[in-house]
T-cell receptor
Framework: DGGITQSPKYLFRKEGQNVTLSCEQN?????MYWYRQDPGQGLRLIYY???????QKGDIAEGYSVSREKKESFPLTVTSAQKNPTAFYLC?????????????FGPGTRLTVT | LAKTTQPISMDSYEGQEVNITCSHN???????ITWYQQFPSQGPRFIIQ???TKVTNEVASLFIPADRKSSTLSLPRVSLSDTAVYYC??????????FGKGTTLSVSS
């Protein structure tokens, strides 16, 4: 099966700890994205990557970091600097940045920080 | 960036056709209209995209008038499983997807 996997589905952390969310895709897509969704809200773009070893900040990148060492993987680290980290995090991919009208989303990771 | 406006919620019954209209008054020449569907605690799913006139696929139809300042997503004969949030997005290729709050569609039996 081709698709995007995110793990874990639920994640709990104590305030002040960094946490890394996993995102893997086997669709051979060049572009990958991280979004954050808060209750009753739309999605907001955190970071995106158009190609391996390159990534750009989205609208709400502060307190987050990413890496793109492999085409298939785009992990997101939520650092202790992120003031309100509790949210639903979604990873997505598209064939390329010029073909990104259709994005494929993973199942999401719900992060709770207390 | 073009901003879209759509109703917060809509109600329907099984078997009815549902039309969700989205307004995008300042759409740019290169912008496409794209719609996504999201179920609770899942990632959004691409439904359909279009630039002008009418586009139809196995799931829905998208109507875009000549001035392109609005568009209508049409879901034929909805079922309970179509209950979801529907997002209208206006964007150019290579720019970020901007998701608003979407339209929550509730389908009843």
């Amino acid at each position: 099966d081709g698709g995007i996997t995110q793990s874990p589905k639920y994640l709990f952390r104590k305030e002040g700890q960094n946490v890394t969310l996993s995102c893997e895709q086997n669709l051979n897509h060049d572009a990958m994205y991280w979004y954050r969704q808060d209750p009753g809200q739309g999605l907001r773009l955190i970071y995106y990557s158009q190609i391996v070893n390159d990534f750009q900040k989205g609208d709400i990148a502060e307190g987050y970091s990413v890496s793109r060492e492999k085409k298939e993987s785009f992990p997101l680290t939520v650092t202790s600097a992120q003031k309100n980290p509790t949210a639903f995090y979604l990873c997505a991919s598209s064939i390329g940045s010029d073909s990104d009208l259709e994005q494929y989303f993973g199942p999401g990771t719900r992060l709770t920080v207390t | 960036l073009a901003k879209t406006t759509q109703p917060i919620s809509m109600d329907s019954y099984e078997g009815q056709e549902v039309n969700i209209t989205c307004s995008h008054n300042n759409i740019a020449t290169n912008d496409y209209i794209t719609w996504y569907q999201q179920f609770p605690s899942q990632g959004p799913r691409f439904i359909i995209q279009g630039y002008k006139t009418k586009v139809t696929n196995e799931v829905a139809s998208l109507f875009i008038p000549a001035d392109r300042k609005s568009s209508t997503l049409s879901l034929p004969r909805v079922s309970l499983s179509d209950t979801a949030v529907y997002y209208c997005l206006s964007k150019q290729a290579g720019t970020a997807l901007i998701f608003g709050k979407g339209t929550t569609l509730s389908v009843s039996s």
